[in-house]
């Protein structure tokens, strides 16, 4: 079995208000746990928004911190699911469904190496 | 051709698949299927020819990849042994399914770009080398050979599979399929750039390709729908250009030069099958081009039958370039007015060269030459085949004015 990331991407700004969103998660949670019983769930997690992120880098042995997400866009990562799929086509298929409960947020697939 | 290129045409693609099912990786079925035949080439002269050349190879192309195995792994034999075990065990379909059909599949599977599908297929299934397909696309040798290299890795360690899709997706991968194979026809037909205006070699591999997915999918409609539409249009080639290589619309063509043989093919492959009731987009255009070859005039065309298949197309496939082609139908039926009015309803073509030329050509049938004149400069200006824009040049110089330029041009044309 192979290993793939589904990274979700949306757009900055606030999230869609309470009643648009919450259909939505339960939608999310429902396949979650459809995932949970086919044996593809590993790990799924959703961020908090790219303002609250620091990036760090190393210079000369000390940390230097810097506030904001690593690279700003229009869009950012909102969160991922980690998946186990025989092949490409399984790990499309679920992200196509993830993609259907999202829309119109778009789904990167990417196998784990 | 000798005994080795013939066989290297037919069942390269054939020896490349099998090998890839048993050892799992493209590259080393790529390069042992090579030695195999360079193998062929020092032996076949003198010991002659094998009764079976492809099992020959296929035979001759396993060990050569066994004895790689064994030379670079560090597992050592006992492993190798094991790798050959499992391509065993994955092969108990053998006899059922053609191992070209899972390759077509993966070559062409949606989570590679167009281009990559394209450079793969004819890599892979036609056995084309890398400089050979950077030619054809008119790129440089070494960013066609990073192109194959990159999809190439893409199906390793995406883990695009090895097979042929299950039912529920096979209408859509069938489609990126058959998309591949005409997309290669049709940069053999009127190839995007480069001196000439065909390039034969591209649209002969396209069809041999379609011959081989009508033989591997022999129920699937569209496929057999594709290859009629190809023979078909490939039929008109000898009549297509001048010996000067100038264009030769199908209005003027020689009809006594279409190659009947072809024509009688692609119309039996499109009646075995239009009898399954189940018309796509390929047979549809397939029977657009039957109608043109009954036709022993331009004359004789029965537009209005051509004007009813299309509405027909336009209403499975309605995007802009079907509606434009079918507005060409209705000129020849209900008059360029009526034509006029729908190609200039149609939206987001003002970068397709085919928009301004059929603009230019209804302009100039209703009078309006000055528009007409500036329709086919941007036609000219906007395609990349340089036989096309001489015509289009030649047809925008002869409705400039009234000036003699026009009988010279039309005599050198038929």
């Known amino acids: 079995m192979r290993q793939y990331l589904l990274s979700v991407y949306q757009p900055d700004g606030d999230p869609p208000p309470p009643e648009v969103l919450g259909p939505i998660m339960a939608e999310l949670g429902n396949l979650n746990e459809e995932m949970q019983a086919a044996g593809a769930w590993v790990f799924a997690a959703g961020l908090h928004p790219p303002s609250t992120a620091t990036v760090v880098r190393d210079k000369d042995g000390d940390a230097v911190l810097t506030d904001g997400p690593f690279t700003e866009g229009k869009e950012h990562l909102g969160g991922f699911t980690i998946i186990r799929a025989s092949d490409l086509d399984e790990a499309l298929s679920w992200g196509g469904r993830m993609a259907a409960v999202l829309a119109p947020l778009a789904i990167e697939v990417r196998p784990i190496a | ?414």
């Open chain 2, 1 to 414: 051709m000798s005994d080795i290129d013939r066989t290297f045409r037919a069942e390269y693609g054939r020896a490349v698949a099998v090998l890839i099912r048993q050892f799992g990786d493209i590259d080393l079925a790529e390069e042992a299927v090579q030695e195999a035949f360079a193998t062929a080439v020092l032996r076949w002269p003198g010991d002659g020819v094998p009764p079976s050349p492809a099992g020959w190879i296929i035979t001759t192309a396993r060990n050569r990849a066994v004895d790689r195995l064994r030379r670079e792994s560090t597992r050592g034999a006992k492993e190798t042994a094991a790798v050959l075990l499992a391509g065993g065990h994955s092969a108990e379909d053998e006899h059922i399914m053609d191992d070209r059909l899972r390759l077509i599949f993966t070559c062409c599977h949606p989570a590679l770009a167009p281009a990559s599908r394209v450079a793969l297929t004819l890599r892979l299934l036609g056995g084309l080398s890398t400089g050979e397909i950077a030619r054809a696309f008119l790129v440089p040798e070494t960013t066609m050979g990073q192109r194959l290299s990159r999809a190439k890795g893409k199906i390793r360690d995406a883990g695009i599979p090895y097979r042929v899709p299950r039912d529920e997706d096979l209408p859509d991968r069938l489609g990126a399929v058959l998309a591949v194979l005409y997309l290669i026809f049709n940069e053999g037909y009127a190839a995007s750039g480069g001196p000439g205006l065909t390039r034969d070699d591209l649209a002969g591999e396209a069809i041999r390709l379609g011959r081989l997915l009508v033989g591997l999918m022999p129920d699937e409609p569209e496929a057999k729908g594709l290859l009629a539409l190809m023979l078909l249009i490939e039929a008109r080639r000898p009549a297509r250009t001048t010996a000067g290589g100038d264009v030769v619309l199908l209005a003027d063509q020689d009809r006594t030069l279409w190659n009947r043989t072809l024509i009688a093919e692609g119309q039996g492959l499109l009646r075995e099958c239009l009898r399954r009731g189940r018309p796509g987009t390929y047979q549809l255009q397939a029977t657009i081009n039957a109608v043109h070859a009954d036709a022993d005039s331009a004359a004789e065309t029965d537009w209005a039958q051509i004007l009813r298949i299309y509405d027909h197309l336009a209403a499975i496939s309605g995007g802009a370039v079907v509606a434009l082609h079918r507005a060409v139908a209705v000129a020849e039926v209900h008059g360029p007015a009526a034509a006029l009015a729908i190609v200039d309803g149609l939206d987001g073509l003002e970068r397709h060269y085919v928009w301004h030329s059929v603009r230019a050509d209804l302009l100039r049938r209703l009078g309006r030459h000055g528009e007409a004149v500036e329709a086919y400069g941007k036609a000219a200006e906007l395609t990349g085949n340089p036989a096309e824009r001489r015509y289009l040049q030649g047809r925008a110089a002869e409705f400039q004015g009234p000036s003699a330029a026009a009988p010279l041009d039309r005599a050198d044309r038929s």
